[in-house]
């Protein structure tokens, strides 16, 4: 049982470039969600979703998009990067939110030059 | 913004009882607190909500108080792999909840 998947681990990024972060669940949740973490600050939402086909934005969505076109999978996509993108990216997922137990993935480590 | 205040960190003898304090005083009848940890940078793991019994689980204890503005996490028997930031988060639990709101939470060092 592999939990939430998240790739790459690391990436670095010129300015103006755009990516994908994959991630991935095989627990049949419905909940997923895309948090940021800066230094030394806690985690903070970008986008969520409640089942495939639903999603919508959290605290910080400018800059990212997201999909959901099947309950597995849940990728952010940065249009066109910016260094005040750089952060560690985490995708969590429960099986209907955050007031259960929330799984989160081990992270994506993200540079934007 | 965070509805609850921690200290930013702790010291905990290896074997003894981690006590961790969270204040929430202006916690409504509805919420939920909610306990994670996150060790060196992996992703932040679950450890225990309550509403306001005093709750246990194979990992942790959670005592929140009668009038449930303050709470406290404990760990009876911390090792060195307890070692991480404890985040003490309070947020509604019904239909509709989607976010859950991370401070800067409580780095916990435990010696040996």
């Known amino acids: 049982n592999a939990g939430v998947t998240q790739t790459p681990k690391f990436q670095v990024l010129k300015t103006g470039q755009s990516m994908t972060l994959q991630c991935a669940q095989d627990?049949?949740?419905?909940?997923m969600s895309w948090y940021r973490q800066d230094p030394g600050m806690g985690l903070r939402l970008i986008h969520y979703?409640?089942?495939?086909?639903?999603?919508d934005q959290g605290e910080v969505p400018n800059g990212y998009n997201v999909s959901r076109s099947t309950t597995e999978d849940f990728p952010l996509r940065l249009l066109s990067a910016a260094p005040s993108q750089t952060s560690v990216y985490f995708c969590?997922?429960?099986?209907?939110?955050?007031?259960?137990?929330?799984?989160f993935g081990s992270g994506t480590q993200l540079s934007v030059l | 913004d965070a509805k609850t205040t921690q200290p930013p960190s702790m010291d905990c003898a290896e074997g003894r009882a981690a006590n961790l304090p969270c204040n929430h005083s202006?916690?409504?009848?509805?919420?939920?607190v909610y306990w994670y940890r996150q060790i060196h940078s992996q992703g932040p793991q679950y450890i225990i909500h309550g509403l306001k019994n005093n709750e246990t689980n194979e990992m942790a204890s959670l005592i929140i108080t009668e009038d449930r503005k303050s709470s406290t996490l404990i760990l009876p028997h911390a090792t060195l792999r307890d070692t991480a930031v404890y985040y003490c988060i309070v947020s509604y639990s019904g239909a509709g909840s989607y976010q859950l709101t991370f401070g800067k939470g409580t780095k916990l060092s435990v010696i040996p």
């Open positions: 202006t916690i409504s009848g509805n919420e939920y």
């Open positions: 969590a997922s429960s099986f209907t939110g955050p007031r259960e137990k929330l799984f």
């Open positions: 627990m049949n949740h419905e909940y």
């Open positions: 979703s409640v089942g495939a086909g639903i999603t």
